[in-house]
């Protein structure tokens, strides 16, 4: 299972990539395998102010429903288009990039402090294995 | 956790395991749309080991199988199967089962009854206690595999690896006979897809050479292994029950709309006084079909709520449907707007779902 070194977790399977004070938030490769295949992303929170552990999103996979948590508190800025059911509508892009192609919203940090509770990628990995 | 025979062919073809009904099961080894658009256009292939098998023989057999079955039990021959079910006393549902109906065993009527996986122990009490005739039971689960080999190209794929004429059978009807060289397997036109095909009944030591027999010879057509993930969409494309979902100990099979299996004309029967009381009265609800505009998918548990957002229903089987692209689902509604055409709303989690209550099967064949 890919746990890529410079990201940190959650345990609810996100995973956050700190870009400045943004970030980008995705679901780990552990998660989108354990979904399966995923057939909608839906996110509705564009633009709000969300608390740590918030639901962002949710996603769909033929078998199952899951919500996305935020991994720490901040802005909704954006949701990746690339998902989006207006646009190309491609949610497997989140089955076969995670990490890349499938992440899922951009957010602004409210608080750097709250990074240091997430888990690193050798804990998260421990977590799954 | 128990394993079928075929557990290590599904880690070699690289299945995803699961555990189900006590065995380590395949649920899905490319992908469950992959898979459910194999069995609809070509074929696919499931180890369905995990199902029950119970032999019924003895003067008495016919009585006991028509005390313990909704279904009419005498209009069956040797060759003939018939969905069923086991009532409990309070009229609800104790498990779904095909009966088979085998070749006379000294000068009596035979039988097979196959259960789910998950209720073996459950169904084999029941049956032993209510056992008050001159009949004997024989659990054979353990010794006996399944394979549920599904699809257009079923027919081409098992007649290439049997003498057996087996194309033309005709829907719920069996055959014994040599199958991939080895003697007396069972071969029946059954399957929970609604793409046809056969279910191949076989020892546990047999059961591997067909799978491979089987693997070789759909190559050409496109046969693929198939998990219990695309089971569950093929199924319920057809709107047919799941046992703990659609139909359980609380539910009516008149509720479920399992009334064609319920002959209450062939005499009484475990849960027969409660059953025809419930019909005479008229039900108050009724596992109805649906469909989402939503992209959202509706899932097991979630409410069901009429224009003034009252709860009228609860959802009990929910997926994307592989075949339509769209969220499809069954659930218990309140008869007076299980009707269909009627607008209701499926609730998931603080969001409100708009579905239309529509026709059985949600999938139809071309």
Known sequence: MNVPKDLKYTKEHEWIRVEGDEAIVGVTDFAQSELGEIVYVEVETVGEELDKDEVFGTVEAVKTTSDMFMPISGEVLAFNEELDEDGEDNPAAINDDPYGTGWIVKIKISDPDELNDLLSADEYGELIS | ?366
């Open chain 2, 1 to 366: 956790m128990k394993k079928t025979p075929l557990y290590e062919k599904h880690l070699a073809l690289g299945a995803k395991m699961t555990p189900f009904a006590g065995f380590e099961m395949p649920v899905v080894y490319t992908g469950i749309t992959e898979e459910h658009l194999a069995v609809r256009n070509q074929a696919g292939m499931f180890d369905v080991s995990h199902m029950g098998e119970f032999l019924v023989k003895g003067k008495e057999s016919l009585e006991l199988v028509q005390h313990l079955t909704s279904n009419d039990a005498a209009k069956l021959f040797p060759g003939r199967i018939q969905y069923s079910c086991f009532p409990n006393e309070r009229g609800g549902i104790i498990d779904d089962l095909l009966v088979y109906r085998l070749a006379d065993e000294d000068g009596s009527p035979a039988f097979m009854l196959v259960v789910n996986g998950a209720n073996i122990e459950k169904d084999w009490a029941w049956v032993n206690a209510n056992n008050k005739f001159d009949a004997e039971l024989t659990n054979v689960s353990d010794q006996t595999a399944l394979i549920a080999l599904q699809g257009p190209k079923a027919g081409d794929i098992l007649s290439s690896i049997t003498p057996l004429e087996v194309a033309e059978m005709p829907y719920y009807h069996f055959k014994k006979g040599e199958v991939a060289g080895l003697s007396n397997i069972l071969v029946s036109t059954t399957g929970y897809t609604g793409s046809g095909g056969f279910e191949i009944y076989a020892a546990n030591d047999q059961i591997g050479p067909i799978w491979d027999a089987l693997m070789e010879a759909g190559e050409k057509h496109g046969l693929k292994p198939t998990g219990l993930g695309s089971r569950d969409t093929l199924r319920l494309e057809m709107g047919f029950c799941l046992f703990g979902n659609d139909i359980t100990d609380e539910t009516s099979p008149i509720e479920a709309g399992l009334g064609w299996i319920t002959k209450l004309k062939k005499g009484d029967f475990i849960g027969s006084d409660k059953i025809k009381e419930l019909k005479e009265k008229g039900i108050k609800r009724k596992l109805t079909a649906f469909t989402i505009s939503d992209r959202r998918v509706p899932r097991h548990g979630y409410p069901i709520y009429n224009e003034s957002e009252e709860k009228i229903g609860e959802v009990t089987s929910g997926t994307q449907s592989p075949s339509l692209g769209h969220p499809i689902g069954l659930g218990y509604i309140d008869i007076d707007y299980a009707i269909e055409g009627n607008p209701v709303f499926v609730g998931a989690g603080r969001k409100m779902l708009k579905a239309q209550i529509c026709k059985l099967p949600f999938y139809k064949n071309a």
